[in-house]
């Protein structure tokens, strides 16, 4: 098996004839357990986009993504163990469970291979870790209204859907960002499911009950537009919504920056995380020295970057970004 | 003695189908054709193969068990938790759980319930107590078991080695023991069996409580893999296990089953599902490409059946 490898690469190297990294005879395989949503799409096409360019000028051997088709942990287990028998060096995993493959997590990195875990993280402690800081995500939108309302005011809190670990997280961020400034106030919560629809109704139905000097919302993503159209629906002014970079959320803060200076910021975790995902198996590969934990960095949009975001964001999706060679170094470096 | 008797009959299509995928594998992938390639090609398959013959128990006696993933993530629970820190509590857990599933047998007889209602109410129980017991995905395998379940012996590896027992253990007690007969009858014909002085009563409870008891196992078996349980881990489990019945000759109704067939169908599910992978089928696919297997084989064993029939009748 190793023969083979090493002949593999060799024949790669000569084929192309010029120096290049070692990792040119490497394969990775992305294991992907879910594709059912917006955002698992704008991640799989990433991945394309990034691996393609990088797979034919021979950074690495091959890049190939596959996707369970139930999103059950133990699909996605014997998923793993077919990469491991098809001989990838590398294995990138979005998880279904974070403890329920770590059995095949094991195996593979007992049969040599790097693994990668990213977004849906694994536990496994040889497996490497891509964290998404949602509390620091919560954190951050209140670290904005500081600067944004000096005054601090009564807050109205959008939550996700309840029992999720990412909804418990984000809104403990935010939290502890109140408690640090008593100037703001949380005076309401209602669960928007990130989804607008449901966010509006939510919203429309605790308005009548809250006081009427809300200056801000916070919010954990796909739910900042449906918020907007209850304040609208109830006649009352609009506060500072932060919004979570879909598209129609984009939009209406275009609108209404146009229309009458409205500044908010918006904050999400960009699908193209996988691509980040990638290029950190690239260096381990490599043979860099990096960090079992790292963090994804979120994608930030502020006034100013509004524009040139909301022009790359597809109607209906999400913004988001690709991740480069030199992110990923940035990142396991920690800057 | 006769060279094909309907119980071999029964067995030739489940073990051609995995012997075709098996070579199919081989040639796509001779990286499988080792020691460790066969073990990870197979061990998710022993857990999937105890719940199989524990859905065969059931479907022994013209019963179907709609709980079967619900069980054994629960079990799977369970043994990443009370198992490991208090075995003593979780075993006396575990025994009860097969307990419920003897109640639920007899239940379903004395009120002539169907069971497909039943375990499909059964399976929120069970599935609300694993969120319970695991509201995260967490917990630790016992280390006897991770050490069961990692073992290498000589020869064969761990998957196969325990397909073979698992096989051969479900065999004697359907096929082979007085218990099994019973058992068989009570699908076929259980006014016969009543008639005959058994207490059907008895015999659906027994049935039920050995099927609680393969579930059990498989359950742990499949943390001993897994290394910690979710409680959503074996939801696949229900529909697996009635189509690896199926698979390998077992019939719906009728007392009809094949233990060491069951135990071919799970692992030709799980082989099907690697092969799909090898061949690179998009996942879009993939289910309908699995689907696409088993009504091959169905319907191979469809045109079999029907030549046999025609065979007996000259």
């Known amino acids: 098996m190793k023969h083979s490898l090493v002949l593999g690469s060799l024949v790669l190297a000569l084929m192309s004839g010029s120096a290049m990294a070692d990792t040119s005879g490497k394969k990775i395989a992305l294991s992907n357990n879910y594709a059912g949503n917006s955002w698992r799409q704008a991640m799989l096409q990433s991945w394309d986009k990034v691996t393609k360019p990088a797979v034919e000028s021979g950074v690495v051997a091959a890049a190939d993504a596959f996707t369970t088709a139930e999103n059950q942990a133990t699909e996605q287990a014997a998923q793993i163990q077919n990469l491991i028998l098809q001989g990838y060096d590398a294995i990138v995993i979005n998880a279904a469970s974070p ?127 449906g918020a907007a159209q209850a304040f609208a629906a109830a006649g009352r002014p609009t506060p500072t919504i932060i919004m979570g970079n879909r598209q129609d959320e984009l939009a209406w803060w275009k609108e209404q920056k146009d229309a009458n200076g409205y500044k908010t910021m918006s904050v999400s975790i960009a699908p193209g995380v996988s691509t980040l ?26 006034q100013e970057t509004l524009e040139a975001n909301l022009a790359s964001t597809p109607v209906g999706g999400v913004a988001n970004v690709e991740y480069s060679q030199e992110d990923a170094i940035k990142v396991i470096e920690g800057k | 003695m006769k060279l094909l008797t309907a ?39 022993v857990p999937i193969a ?47 759980c097969i307990g419920v599933y003897a109640l639920i047998g007899a239940l379903i007889y004395l009120r002539n319930l169907p069971s497909i209602v039943v375990t499909l109410g059964m ?71 009543e008639r005959a002085g058994w207490s059907v009563l008895r015999a659906r409870a027994t049935a039920y409580a050995l099927a609680g008891f393969f579930a059990v196992l498989a359950g742990m078996c499949l ?32 007392g009809r089953v094949s233990p060491i067939g069951a135990v071919i169908g799970a692992l030709t599910l799980t082989l099907a599902a690697s092969l799909l992978s090898f061949l690179k089928i998009s996942p879009d696919w993939q289910i309908g490409a699995q689907g696409a297997i088993l009504i091959i084989v169905l319907a191979v064993r469809l045109l079999l059946n029907r030549s046999e029939a025609r065979g007996t009748g000259q």
């Not at chain 2, 409680?231 to 109704?253: C, K, P």
């Open chain 2, 123 to 193: 399976s929120f129980v069970w599935g609300g107590l694993a969120v319970l017991l695991l509201p995260a995905p967490g917990g630790v395998a016992p280390d006897w078991i991770r050490a069961i379940m990692t073992v290498k012996p000589p020869f064969a590896p761990m998957a196969i080695v325990a397909s073979i027992g698992i096989a051969l253990v479900a065999h004697w007690l359907v096929m082979r023991s007085s218990l099994g007969v019973v058992l068989r009858g009570v699908g076929g014909n259980e006014r016969t069996v």
């Open chain 2, 7 to 45: 119980e071999r009959i029964r067995l030739l299509v489940p073990s051609m189908s995995l012997a075709v995928l098996l070579v199919a594998v081989f040639w796509l992938q001779p990286r499988t054709m080792s020691y460790t390639g066969l073990n990870l090609l197979f061990n998710l398959a």
């Open chain 2, 223 to 254: 943390v001993g893999l897994t290394t910690s349980a979710d409680a959503n881990i074996a939801l696949r489990y229900t529909l697996l296990s009635i189509a690896g019945v199926i698979l390998g000759g077992g019939e719906f109704v009728g």
């Open chain 1, 99 to 225: 403890t329920a493959i770590n059995g095949a997590v094991k195996e593979a990195c007992d049969a040599g291979i790097i693994v990668v875990s990213f977004d849906g993280i694994v536990t496994e402690p040889c497996a490497w870790r891509i964290a998404v800081d949602f509390a620091g995500m919560g954190k951050s939108e209140i670290d904005y209204l500081k600067e944004a309302l000096p005054n601090g005011g009564k807050l109205l809190e959008i939550r996700g859907l309840a029992g999720v670990f990412v909804d418990d997280e984000i809104s403990k961020g935010i939290h502890a960002g109140v408690a640090e400034n008593p100037q703001f106030e949380i005076v309401g919560s209602v669960h928007g499911d990130w989804a607008q629809d449901v966010a509006q109704k939510a919203v429309a139905g605790i308005l009548p009950s809250l006081p009427a000097d809300i200056v801000a919302v916070v919010t954990q993503g796909g739910d900042g537009y």
């Open chain 1, 277 to 302: 995902a990638f290029w950190v198996a690239q260096q381990i590969l490599d043979g860099k020295e990096v960090p079992k934990d790292l963090i994804v960095p979120f994608l930030r949009i502020d």
């Open chain 2, 50 to 96: 105890l719940a199989t013959v524990a859905q065969m128990l059931i479907m022994m006696v013209n019963d179907l068990d709609l709980s079967m993933g619900t069980f054994v993530s629960f079990v799977a629970c369970v043994t990443a938790t009370w198992v490991q820190t208090d075995p003593l509590i979780g075993f006396a857990i575990l025994a009860a």
